[in-house]
T-cell receptor, first 114, second 114 residues
Framework: GAGVSQSPRYKVAKRGQDVALRCDPI?????LFWYQQALGQGPEFLTY????????KSGLPSDRFFAERPEGSVSTLKIQRTQQEDSAVYLC????????????FGQGTRLTVV | AQSVTQPDIHITVSEGASLELRCNYS??????LFWYVQSPGQGLQLLLK??????LVQGIKGFEAEFKRSQSSFNLRKPSVHWSDAAEYFC????????????FGAGTRLAVHP
């Protein structure tokens, strides 16, 4: 596709429910990033992939958060046993090769945990 | 610790007036600096970036920014604001090696009066 595509755009989850957020990066982009953006805040880094390898997951807030990119293209961010503090917009970005090249962001998935 | 500070949470300007958005960073190595814009419901769009060289960088939509190492600042400017510039603006810093993640400021929300 022409840009980074994220689905769903909106997700409402009951507390304790598992959710999966999908990111389709720009074709050919090696690097893929996930960020979490709480209301009124700037995006915060969650994790980074280079192709299928997850090179940095230091920003994942707990072991309930898990990300994968098994074939080096589409990525999924999974949150288990969601809690209210997980409510945020989850942004995916891709770039040709790391932050040195322009990162293109998707529109994000707004997750609301009730 | 690495951090980005955007001192102004909200700024309101009149259409046609000049604009300066402030950004200060703390980073141990040579920083890569970025300004992104986010319109409601949209992903982040890169306005401009500084890696090295000329400290005054030009971006899209008539924006420019100046890197001042002595002040650890990277302020965004525009000589004449248009109503369509109303959005949220984020300053970000990244590393000069490898993929390094971006660290974002909390953002400045710009309102434009007709």
């Amino acid at each position: 596709g022409a840009g980074v595509s994220q689905s769903p755009r909106y997700k409402v989850a009951k507390r304790g429910q598992d959710v999966a957020l999908r990111c389709d990066p720009i074709s050919g982009h090696v690097s893929l990033f996930w960020y979490q953006q709480a209301l009124g805040q700037g995006p915060e880094f969650l994790t980074y992939f280079q192709n299928e390898a997850q090179l940095d997951k230091s920003g994942l807030p707990s072991d309930r958060f898990f990300a994968e990119r098994p074939e080096g293209s589409v990525s999924t961010l999974k949150i288990q046993r969601t809690q209210q503090e997980d409510s945020a917009v989850y942004l995916c970005a891709s770039s040709l090769a790391g932050v040195n090249t322009e990162a293109f962001f998707g529109q994000g998935t707004r997750l609301t945990v009730v | 610790a690495q951090s980005v500070t955007q001192p102004d949470i909200h700024i309101t300007v009149s259409e046609g007036a000049s604009l300066e958005l402030r950004c200060n960073y703390s980073y141990g190595a040579t920083p890569y600096l970025f300004w992104y814009v986010q319109s409601p419901g949209q992903g982040l769009q890169l306005l401009l970036k500084y890696f090295s060289g000329d400290t005054l960088v030009q971006g899209i939509k008539g924006f420019e920014a100046e890197f001042k190492r002595s002040q650890s600042s990277f302020n965004l400017r525009k000589p004449s604001v248009h109503w369509s510039d109303a959005a949220e603006y984020f300053c970000a810093v990244g590393g000069s090696g490898g993929y390094n993640k971006l660290i974002f400021g909390a953002g400045t929300r710009l309102a434009v009066h007709p």
